[in-house]
């Protein structure tokens, strides 16, 4: 039998919690609450068969073949055009999912050992990519408005041990759907830059907003202090497996370095279609629709929160976009837990605890409101307000 001498960094490695809860929801008669998964419904299925016989017949012998690193050149100015800011193409990298984007700038910047901060709580997916380098992740306070800056300034260290960058998600974060307040954004621009602390800004989720778009992105206040990973998963399609990183040319050269080493470049014919379907303001037009679709089902839960949890004491926020909401249970109580017995009664959630770096909050628990349907998302609240009160009842 062969011995396999695994590298140490693979002990760092743990299986995604969210992605083995996503199994137990293929149960036949499972309502899942649980996945960040976008609505089938928002898929633009006939502009990407038009795109798809666009792309084939204009140039199918250069869409099928290998292509630049860098990404699609077209489509990077695509990129660089609708952002807020003043961005070159030549910062636009073109990545396989911006989750790819998160391997990247763990490769490039962190050391094992190295301090890095985070949101109270993070995103689970950015733990994953960070943790094979070895890191030090350090949580930082964090409200409703976003993360708390003299915690910032207090956790940011200084000489060898200062933290190498802070990521942070602050439209509709995943987990908790909260959105870092104008306010927020200024200070903690300002207090990265005074410090000399890069940031990771995360923006997946910031075009789906309900009613007004949230403020300006915090890269478009400090261009050379950030990072920017964004995504085409939550507008599009995430089967496409598509993001972009734009990142200031003192560090762009080694992401893209990393990047040829991963894969080469993101599938080329993937790009050449999200390009084509963009053309003429497509996202102008589509977008809204996923917006005006989530926002309905978001009120279906909170309806169904407000019925089913009476009495109850869960609380719970209200996001102003993105997918998700997150609840705390009554004192004492467990999401992790909790869970099975609310799979018993037909409805997934993922436990709050996943998303904590350190000091997990056992009572928390996230709920996705934009894949079920508003009649699924009422009988799915129903079923998890019943198991809550049945696990009221045995500690009664």
């Known amino acids: ?30 309502i899942s609450l649980a996945g960040g998964l976008p ?9 990407f068969a038009k795109a798809c016989g666009a792309v084939l017949s204009q140039d199918g012998p250069s869409a099928l073949q ?41 490769k490039v910047l962190i050391d094992a050992g190295s301090r890095i901060l985070v949101e109270t709580p993070t995103y689970l997916g ?10 030090d992740v350090v949580s930082v306070a964090s409200d409703d408005e976003g993360m708390q800056i003299d915690d910032l300034a207090h956790k940011t260290g200084s000489g060898a041990g200062q933290a190498r960058f802070l990521y942070v998600l602050p ?4 987990p908790t759907g909260r959105t870092m307040s104008e306010a927020r954004r200024a200070a903690l621009v300002a207090k990265a830059a005074e410090l000399n602390l890069p940031l990771i800004e995360d923006n997946p989720y910031g075009d789906l907003w309900f009613d007004q778009p949230p403020p300006a992105p915090l890269t478009a206040r ?30 762009f050269p080694k992401l893209l370095q990393a990047k040829q ?61 993105g997918m ?14 909790l869970l099975p017995e609310a799979v018993d009664r037909n409805v997934a959630f993922v436990p709050g605890a996943a998303f904590y770096a350190d000091n997990a909050d056992h009572r928390t628990l996230r709920l996705s409101f934009v894949t079920a349907s508003a009649e699924q998302i009422s009988t799915g609240v129903g079923s998890l307000a019943a198991a809550i009160r049945a696990r009221v009842a045995q500690k009664a």
């Open 324 to 337: 998700f909401l997150w609840v705390r249970l009554p004192e004492g109580m467990s999401a992790i837990d």
């Open 171 to 174: 439209n509709f974060q995943n």
């Open 39 to 47: 609505s089938p419904k928002t898929f633009p299925i006939d502009a």
């Open 222 to 251: 400090n261009p050379e202090g950030c990072i920017y990973l964004g995504s085409f998963s939550k507008v599009l399609a995430p089967g496409l497996r598509l993001g972009f990183i734009v990142a200031p040319k003192a560090v």
């Open 126 to 135: 950015a733990i994953q990519a960070f943790a094979p380098m070895e890191p």
């Open 66 to 106: 290998y292509a630049a690193s860098e990404g699609y050149q077209p489509l990077r100015q695509a990129v660089a055009d609708f952002l807020p800011w003043d961005v070159s193409v030549d910062q636009v990298l073109i990545t396989t999912g911006s989750q790819q984007g998160l391997d990247l700038v763990a």
């Open 1 to 30: 039998m062969t011995n396999w001498t695994l590298a140490a960094r693979a002990a760092k490695m743990n299986p995604s919690v969210i992605r083995e809860i996503l199994k137990v929801t293929e149960k036949p008669g499972i």
């Open 261 to 321: 080493a991963a894969d080469l470049h993101s599938p080329g014919f993937n790009q050449r279609m999200v390009h084509e379907v963009m053309k003429g303001g497509f996202l102008g037009r589509h977008v809204p629709t996923i917006r005006a679709l989530y926002k309905q089902q978001r009120d279906a839960m909170l309806q169904a929160l407000t019925r089913e949890m009476a009495g109850l004491d869960v609380q719970w926020n209200t996001p102003d976009g």
